[in-house]
């Protein structure tokens, strides 16, 4: 049964340089399949009524791979992922919640996506998002809480204090949103002209508007981090298919 109003959209328009390969990162193997068809059975498990995928590098190799049932937007420009989600606006259409997620994150379960997207329909507000405590931060923003320790802001780790960067309460970038909301802000994101050679829009600045404007974010705590594994290099993809195969043979047991 389709889930009315609710759109997925994988954020799958990265180059993956330090994958070290001419392949797309999302479309390199993963026990035999391409890493983004994990993201997508997750995806797919919701019955969204509408199922986005931005892509960007190499395009048309990432758009052979989707299968059907997926709308695809481009991101022509990499202008960070702010950017990238405005691009999915027309595919999303009239759909009243999205649910926003990456290409390489291929252990990320679909139980972890319902209860996200459920949260958010019981809390209501502008947006829910997923957190996870590691010590092993992987290049994730840090979360930043009130003193009632309700989330206040996402900073990224590039731009953390020293005091920030010891912070082990971390931001994976998946989020459920209110569409109207969504879009209304998104035009309003700050450019951050240190990033790339046009500056980026993040996505994760929506936190902290959303908290200047009254607003409570809910939060829900990824209890595996491994979970929530974005592949970043040979080396995380190695990782997350040793993970993939302990998982599937507790599965089987």
């Not at 691009?87 to 996200?116: F, I």
């Not at 994730?140 to 010891?166: S, Y």
């Not at 240190?194 to 404007?213: H, I, P, Q, R, S």
Request: net charge negative; charged share 20%.
């Amino acid at each position: 049964m389709v889930e009315q109003g609710l759109a997925v959209v994988i954020l799958a328009a990265g180059q993956g340089k330090r994958m070290h390969s001419e392949l797309p990162k999302v479309l390199h193997p993963l026990l035999g399949r391409p890493m983004i068809a994990y993201v997508l059975d997750a995806a797919r498990a919701l019955h969204p009524e509408r199922l986005v995928v931005v892509v960007g590098h190499k395009g048309d190799q990432v758009r052979a791979a989707l299968g059907t049932g997926v709308l695809v937007a481009e991101q022509e420009q990499r202008l960070g992922t702010g950017h990238a989600v405005l691009q999915a606006r027309a595919a999303v259409n009239s759909c009243k919640t999205v649910l926003v997620l990456y290409g390489d994150m291929p252990l990320l379960r679909a139980e972890t996506l319902r209860a996200l997207y459920q949260l958010y329909c019981r809390r209501g507000g502008p947006l829910a998002m997923l957190v996870v405590r590691d010590t092993v931060p992987r290049g994730f923003g840090r979360v930043l809480r009130d003193g009632l320790g309700r989330v206040r802001a996402i900073i990224e780790e590039a731009e953390c204090t020293p005091e920030q960067l010891t912070i082990g309460e971390l931001n994976p970038g998946v989020y459920c949103f209110d569409a109207g909301w969504l879009w209304q802000h998104l035009p309003q994101l700050p450019l951050h002209p240190d990033k790339g050679d046009a500056g980026e829009y993040f996505l994760t600045d929506l936190v902290a508007m959303a908290v200047a404007e009254g607003h409570i974010v809910h939060d829900m705590l990824v209890s595996d981090p491994l979970e929530v594994l974005g592949v970043n290099t040979p080396e995380h993809l190695a990782e997350a298919e040793a993970a993939l195969k302990r998982r599937i043979l507790t599965e089987e047991v």
